[in-house]
C-alpha cells in the first residue's frame, strides 16, 4: 500500500524568505501526488497536485512542487512566504485503490 | 469557485446516541468520500461512494458506520452508536473522477462526551 512521510512536524520561517517542506512517499508505480493546506479552524484546500508530465508543478498561493521519481520525492516550494501561509500542510498519494493517503502534516509558523 | 458544504461544523453528542454528519458535493462530481482526523493525527480515509453504493471502506468503517445519498445532492455519514474515540474531524470530499484532486469540505467536529 501507498504510504507518504513528512519528515519536518514544525517549521518557523521569517515573512519574505523562502519555504520547503518535504514530502517522501512510497509507492511502487507511478504516483498521484497532492498537496493540501489547511488553516486553523478551516478545511482541506488542494494547492497542486501531479499526474505526470512536467515534474515541476505551479499551484495556488505562489507554491510550486517537484516530483523526484529517484529520490520518491515531492517537496514543496515558496520563495516568498506572508504570514497567510502559516497553516498546516499534508502531503497526499493515491495509489491504485483511488484512496488518499495523507501524511502526518508539516505546521508552518511565520515570524515577523 | 465551487464548494463542498458540510453541517454542522461542530457537534457534540452523548455516548451512544446517533449522529448524521451532512455533505452537499460539488454538483458535477461523481465520487464522493469521507476522511476523519483525530486530534493529532493524520487525516485517514474511511469511505468512498460512487454510483450509489460503497466503492471501497476502511477497517474503520465497521458496522457502527453508514453513508447514504438520500437525493440528488446531499451525502451524509451516520454513526449509529457513538464512543468517545469517535471523536474527530470529519472531512467530506468529492471528485470528478477517481484520479482527480478532492475537493474537501471544512470538516464538522465531533465531540462524544
Known amino acids: 500500500a501507498q504510504s507518504v512521510t513528512q519528515p519536518d512536524i514544525h517549521i518557523t520561517v521569517s515573512e519574505g524568505a523562502s519555504l520547503e517542506l518535504r514530502c517522501n512517499y512510497s509507492y511502487g508505480a507511478t504516483p498521484y501526488l497532492f498537496w493540501y493546506v489547511q488553516s486553523p479552524g478551516q478545511g482541506l484546500q488542494l494547492l497542486l497536485k501531479?499526474?505526470?508530465?512536467?515534474?515541476l508543478v505551479q499551484g495556488i498561493k505562489g507554491f510550486e512542487a517537484e516530483f523526484k521519481r529517484s529520490q520518491s520525492s515531492f517537496n514543496l516550494r515558496k520563495p516568498s512566504v506572508h504570514w497567510s501561509d502559516a497553516a498546516e500542510y499534508f502531503c497526499?498519494?493515491?495509489?491504485?485503490?483511488?484512496?488518499?493517503?495523507f501524511g502526518a502534516g508539516t505546521t508552518v509558523t511565520v515570524r515577523a | 469557485e465551487p464548494e463542498v458544504t458540510q453541517t454542522p461544523s461542530h457537534q457534540v453528542t452523548q455516548m451512544g446516541q446517533e449522529v448524521i454528519l451532512r455533505c452537499v458535493p460539488i454538483s458535477n462530481h461523481l465520487y464522493f468520500y469521507w476522511y476523519r482526523q483525530i486530534l493529532g493525527q493524520k487525516v485517514e480515509f474511511l469511505v468512498s461512494?460512487?454510483?450509489?453504493?460503497?466503492?471501497?471502506k476502511s477497517e474503520i468503517f465497521d458496522d457502527q458506520f453508514s453513508v447514504e445519498r438520500p437525493d440528488g445532492s446531499n451525502f451524509t455519514l451516520k454513526i449509529r452508536s457513538t464512543k468517545l474515540e469517535d471523536s474527530a474531524m470529519y472531512f467530506c470530499?468529492?471528485?470528478?473522477?477517481?484520479?482527480?484532486?478532492?475537493?474537501f469540505g471544512s470538516g464538522t467536529r465531533l465531540t462524544v462526551v
Open positions: 497526499a498519494v493515491v495509489g491504485n485503490d483511488y484512496k488518499l493517503s
Open positions: 461512494f460512487y454510483n450509489n453504493e460503497i466503492s471501497e
Open positions: 501531479y499526474f505526470s508530465g512536467d515534474t
Open positions: 470530499a468529492s471528485s470528478v473522477g477517481q484520479d482527480d484532486g478532492y475537493t
